[in-house]
């Protein structure tokens, strides 16, 4: 890992202080997709995919016996995610209504940002 | 990001379940790093160097005037790095003791896995 002071000016960040090195947007990402079933709302969303909710609901679910994913837990996640910019809601005007989930640029870069930790993470489960 | 379920068999997980994906590993890593400080513990630790504990925390407080890390904080993600085993403790038989804290084979691993993402972060915080 790079010492992030040593970042080209390009990537110098505005909340530097005294040389200190910016991880606040870094710290809070994480934080956010170290959450329960965040990356795998990103995965299922990933690659352009539009999902109405029962659909991603039940994609997440599919597999697990038991701890299936809480539409609780759903919802909270994907209120943050779309809080963070990283989610888009598409409300479809129709009766009822059809809402589908998305990736936003931002999350489609975010998956791809984050797949080298995932691959990591796979790698050494099997070692 | 790639589907997991369409990895490549040598990546195929032994925690797959009917076809889901095993997003467990990178669940528990991204909820250890997501924590207050982790990565910046992993930044200083990065690169092969061997830090003492108080050389470790003035690192840490450099340029924060307020919210520095506390020595209760650092020593609790010390030994959640530690039991990962993403961080090696390194006891010197001296007295006093010489403890030096470095990153092991998988944490020098886990920062470059990680590197990517917090590129990304600090690029899209100046956008």
Redesign the interface.
């Known amino acids: 890992?790079?010492?992030?002071n040593e970042?080209p000016s390009k990537?110098?960040?505005?909340?530097?202080?005294?040389?200190?090195?910016?991880?606040?947007?870094?710290?809070?990402?994480?934080?956010?997709?170290?959450?329960?079933w965040?990356?795998?709302i990103?995965?299922v969303l990933?690659?352009g995919n539009q999902v109405r909710y029962n659909d991603l609901r039940e994609q997440l679910r599919?597999?697990?016996?038991k701890n299936k994913i809480s539409d609780a837990t759903l919802s909270a996640r994907l209120a943050e995610l779309s809080e963070e910019g990283v989610l888009i809601r598409d409300i479809h005007p129709e009766i009822p209504p059809k809402v589908e989930y998305s990736l936003s640029e931002?999350g489609e870069?975010?998956?791809?940002?984050?797949?080298?930790?995932?691959?990591?993470?796979?790698?050494?489960?099997?070692e």
Request: charged share 20%.
């Open positions: 890992m790079n010492k992030i970042y990537a110098k960040c505005t909340h530097e202080q005294n040389g200190y090195p910016c991880f606040v947007p870094a710290q809070r990402v994480l934080n956010l997709i170290g959450k329960k965040s990356i795998q990103i995965n990933g690659n599919r597999g697990w016996k931002k870069e975010l998956a791809e940002a984050l797949q080298p930790l995932i691959d990591w993470t796979i790698k050494t489960c099997h």
